[in-house]
């Protein structure tokens, strides 16, 4: 059974800094890209991040290029989100999702509440 367990979310002040985990079973990790996506009060699914199945490519949003980094250990089955400099805008639930080559995701986790606030 395929697993995603998101962790690393709470309340921080605008400025700062979370890390996110991702924390996976149940098929072959290091076979797949992964995904983080969010979902902001009040609004749509959207997609924040991708990284290869080795984590050498990785792609980001406009909205959070350059402050946020995506990250893999595929030893330790686990995906990561640094996020810096963080805005209001920033809160969201956010999701880890297992990515198939067409970009489809297939398998999401629970989610993790992150909320940027002063």
């Known amino acids: 059974e395929v697993q995603l367990v998101e962790s690393g979310g709470g309340l921080v002040q605008p400025g700062g800094s979370l890390r996110l985990s991702c924390a996976a079973s149940?098929?072959?990790?290091?076979?797949?890209?992964m995904s983080w996506v969010r979902q902001a009060p009040g609004k749509g699914l959207e997609w924040v991040s991708l990284?290869?199945?080795?984590?050498?490519?990785?792609y980001y949003a406009e909205s959070v290029k350059g402050r946020f980094t995506i990250s893999r250990d595929n030893a330790k089955n686990t995906l990561y989100l640094q996020m810096n400099s963080l805005k209001s805008e920033d809160t969201a639930v956010y999701y880890c999702?297992?990515?198939?080559?067409?970009?489809?995701?297939?398998?999401w986790g629970k989610g993790t509440q992150v909320t940027v606030s002063s």
């Open positions: 990284i290869s199945w080795t984590g050498a490519r990785t």
């Open positions: 149940g098929f072959s990790f290091d076979d797949y890209a």
């Open positions: 999702a297992k990515t198939r080559e067409d970009y489809g995701m297939d398998y």
